[in-house]
């Protein structure tokens, strides 16, 4: 029986049939599969293969096969075109589905327990080549990002990466395609998967370090700040001289904003250049959270708005009394910490 899938003004009929597991080929333009693969790698059938079966997702499908004795989710498929160099070995293509395809052809001691999968053949033959290419992308975001299905955050950034920049799909559409991004989400993500690129780095748990160092205002601001930051930060990424991201998030900006630690990691050629000058940035205080809000509490206090409005307070019938009581509170933990302070309170008293 012909069904429809759709999406947008795209209505594209499909039918389900078993189809045999040797008749069906990898879609090496799915981004799980483009993820895996170094730009110079040949992503032939037994290289995906080989890619697939090492992941724990396609081992822990194999053992549910086994034990389902049945793959219960049908595959997406469409026909191989009669020009592809494909036609000579398969009749169809797996455009969602790649994982299960692996974990059914793996080589365990048993063997698997069906010969064919159940698949939902689209026929694309209405559409043209750009318009196929659209449509694909279009069903596996909408499986895998914003459907049941979750895709590593690098496999996520390479779809959306791949449909910006070499399908022309807006940041503004890609937004209104993949529901819970926004156009500036697009964009970073963009970004992230642009320099991550460039710095030829194919890990996909190195992603978060792109994406802190493209995301917010203070990265962004530092790096345009500091040009030759970049040349130090991203092989150190690649080599994972950082135990986690949340090392650079936190601990880049401290020695950046000590002069001293500064000059020690943008100038040093020691390895441990890191090292050295995190330890000159917290000698100085740079990294203790209390110092820093100390010293914002400080800044707040004495900026003339900041002392106006407090005085506004204190006049106000309706603040006074809890403004004077706050301000007490600061006084008595002032003279407490504070001989200079201390002092002062001494004297008040002895008036």
């Known amino acids: 029986m012909t069904e429809y899938y759709r999406i947008g003004k795209s209505q ?22 483009y993820s895996q693969f170094s730009a110079t790698e040949e992503r032939t059938q ?35 075109d009669q020009d592809s160099p494909l036609s000579a070995s398969y009749d169809f293509i797996t455009l969602e589905g790649n994982s299960r395809l692996a974990a059914l052809r793996m080589e365990t001691r048993t063997p698997p327990p069906v010969t064919t999968v159940p698949c939902n053949i689209l026929d694309l033959s209405s559409l043209t080549a750009v318009q196929r290419e659209s449509f694909i992308f279009s069903l596996l975001g ?3 990002i914003t459907g049941k299905t979750n895709w590593q955050t690098y496999e996520n950034a390479a779809y959306i990466y791949r449909r910006y920049r070499y399908q022309g799909v807006s940041a503004e559409d890609l937004a209104k395609e993949l529901v819970g991004l926004t156009p500036a989400k697009v964009s970073n993500t963009v970004k992230a998967y642009e320099l991550m690129s460039q710095n030829e780095d194919t890990k ?9 160092l493209v995301s917010g205002r203070k990265w962004p601001k530092l ?32 020695i950046m904003h000590n002069k001293q630690a500064r000059r020690r990691f943008l100038e040093g050629d020691s390895e441990e250049r890191f090292v050295h000058a995190l330890e000159i940035a917290e000698f100085g205080g740079g990294s203790n959270t209390v ?58 008293k002895g008036r």
């Open 46 to 80: 037994e290289a995906i293969q080989k890619k697939l079966e090492a992941m724990e997702h396609v081992k822990t499908l194999r053992a549910q096969i086994h034990r389902d004795q049945q793959v219960n989710e049908p595959l997406w498929c469409m026909p191989v």
């Open 223 to 254: 790096r345009d700040t500091y040009p030759s930051l970049d040349a130090i930060l991203l092989p150190m990424i690649r080599n994972e001289e950082f135990q986690r991201a949340q090392d650079m998030r936190d601990k880049i900006p401290v």
């Open 291 to 348: 110092l820093r809000r100390l010293e914002a509490f400080q800044r707040f206090l004495t900026q003339d708005e900041n002392e106006d409005a407090i005085k506004q307070l204190l006049d106000a019938q309706g603040t006074k009394g809890k403004a004077k009581f706050a301000l007490d509170k600061i006084y008595d933990v002032m003279a407490r910490l504070s001989p200079k302070a201390q002092r002062l309170a001494e004297r008040r």
């Open 142 to 144: 909408r499986i895998h």
């Open 12 to 33: 594209i009929p499909y039918r389900l049939e078993a189809i045999p597991i040797e008749s069906v080929a990898f879609y090496a333009e799915n981004p799980r599969i």
């Open 204 to 212: 996909p748990d190195h992603w978060s370090y792109y994406d802190v």
